[in-house]
């Protein structure tokens, strides 16, 4: 499946419910929470999305679902992988320590992702702004490279040449 989750491109508003009781069909939880059926199916099988009853072998959920699936995404779009969400969704009804503990992870997880795509966007912007004409002769292109042979990531080259400086 895609990093998007099965997610459709859809601007209609939500349907109308045409089945028994208020329950949603596949396809109508699907466009109503914008993901593709594909995405319930693999949301049902990981164990996010409760298995659904069945009228005429037809899967059926309740309104309710389009809720927990607008989380999922919504987990997803913070960067949570669907483990993790899993792991979140199940720890509703437990302790909110090991909620705040998976969310403590993921940011220090996501402050490091923002600098090494801060260092990126540093080391791109010195490469268009570098007064060689021959890049090959930057001493900061160099000390990168020196620094990435000795097992370094960009973001920590980049702090250590800061500090320098």
């Known amino acids: 499946m895609s990093s998007s989750h099965g997610r459709q491109s859809t601007t209609s508003s ?3 419910v045409n089945s028994p009781g208020g329950l949603l069909t ?6 109503r929470a914008g993901v593709t059926t594909s995405a319930l199916r693999c949301y049902e099988e990981l164990g996010l999305l409760a298995p659904p009853a069945r009228i005429s072998g037809q899967r059926r959920y309740p309104e309710s679902a389009a809720r927990l699936v607008a989380a999922i ?5 913070a960067g949570f992988t ?3 969400q899993k792991t979140l969704l199940a720890n509703q009804a437990s302790t909110p320590g090991d909620r705040r503990e998976l969310m403590r992870r993921k940011l220090v997880e996501l402050d490091k992702q923002i600098a090494a795509a801060q260092a990126a966007r540093e080391a791109i912007l010195h490469g268009l702004h570098c007064p060689h004409d021959d890049i090959t002769r930057c001493p900061n292109l160099n000390a990168g490279i020196t620094a990435r042979l000795a097992g370094e990531t ?6 250590r040449l800061h500090a320098q400086s």
């Open 14 to 16: 939500a349907p109308e």
């Open 26 to 31: 596949i396809g109508e939880l699907a466009r």
């Open 73 to 77: 995404l919504l987990y997803s779009d």
């Open 82 to 84: 669907l483990a993790e």
């Open 154 to 159: 960009l973001s920590e080259s980049h702090q």
